[in-house]
C-alpha cells in the first residue's frame, strides 16, 4: 500500500518468485517481507460461473466513481491490473481478486509451473511438459495419468493434470501469456488475465480488506478486496494422480529385476536440498546451474481437495536405469536465491 504515489518505485521479480509474492506482500528496502498485509477472512459458499465472475479493470468505475476509491485502497497512479470480480448479495462487484492473485495461487503454484504458465507450453509446446502420447484418464478409478518432463516435481502433477482436464483450469492457465502476447502485439497495456479453475461452490480463506462502496449497487455499502489466497475447498476433476516419465530409475516390484551393473544411465534431474527461505531472492543474474538446486517447500494445505493425498508411480515389471552422475559440485551451494531458467557462467 502507498502511503505517497510519488514515491512509488517499479520492483522487478522473475516470474519464478511469483508462488512466494502474493498482492499483499509488504517490502522493506528492496526486500519482500514476512508479514503480509490485510486481514484473513473466510468466504463460504461463493458460487463460482459465468453468471457469477467476470473480468474488469481495477480502475473500473460505476455511477461515474471508482469501484475502488482512493481513499479506500491506494494503488498508486495508473492502477489498471485485471481483477476478477465475484457476484455476492446481488451486487456483481461484492469481492475483488486481482488476477495476478489468482495465477499465483491456482496455477503458478511453484518456480517450475511459473515458467510453464508464462511461457505459454502447455498450449504451444505442450511437448517440453509432458509426453502426450503416455497421458490418460482411467474413469473407472477418476484417475488422472500423466507422463511429465523430467525437470517437474511429482507435486506439480495435480495442477498439470488439472489444467489437462478441465476447460475452466486450461483456460485459466492459458490466458496469463496469451492475453500479453495479444496485448504486447496491440501495443496496450500488458496485464496478464486469468480465472478460476473450476465452477461451483467454493469455500475461501483470504487476506484482504473492506472498501467502503460510493455507488448504488452495493446494499450493504461495502466490497472485499483479496489481497492474498490462502486456502481453497474446491475439488479437482479427479481423486487420483499417477505419474510416470521416461528413463525412471525407480525399482520394480518383479522378479525379473536387473542388477545394477545392467542397468543403463538415466538421465534424472540433479539433487536438491531442501532450504528454509531464510536466504535472499535476488532477479538481477540468472542462477548458476553449476551450484546445488534449493527447494524451499510452501504450504501444502492450500487445496482441501488433495491434502493428505500422494502422487502414485505407474507399476512396471522391470527398471531398466540407474541414476546418472550430475555434472557440477554437489556441494557448491549459492549464497542468494534466483528462479530463472539458470545459465553455467559461474
Known sequence: MLRNTKKQKVISIGVGQLPFVSIGSVWLNGYCQAVKAGVQKDLYNLPINDETIRMILGNHQVDDKNLIPYDGYRTGQGFMANLVAIERYEDPFDILAPSMELIRFYYAVSTDMAHVVFSGDLNHQPNNVVNQEKCGFDEEENRCILHLRQHLSDENGWFIGRILSSDQAWRGATLPHDAMMRDSLNRKFVHPESGFPFEGFTNLRVRGKF??????????????LVLGIESCSAPFPFDKLTVGRDNDASQSEG??????????????PPKHKTGDGEKPFQSANEPDQGKTNEHIPLPTDRFGAIMGKEVDRPEKDQCRYVSGLHHGPKKDEPKTLGTGLGNSDG
Not at 211 to 224: F, Q
Not at 255 to 268: G, M, V, Y
Open 211 to 224: 472498501i467502503r462502496t460510493k455507488d448504488s449497487l452495493s446494499k450493504i455499502g461495502w466490497r472485499y
Open 255 to 268: 522378479e525379473d529385476e536387473l542388477s545394477n551393473e545392467e542397468k543403463k544411465p538415466a538421465f534424472a
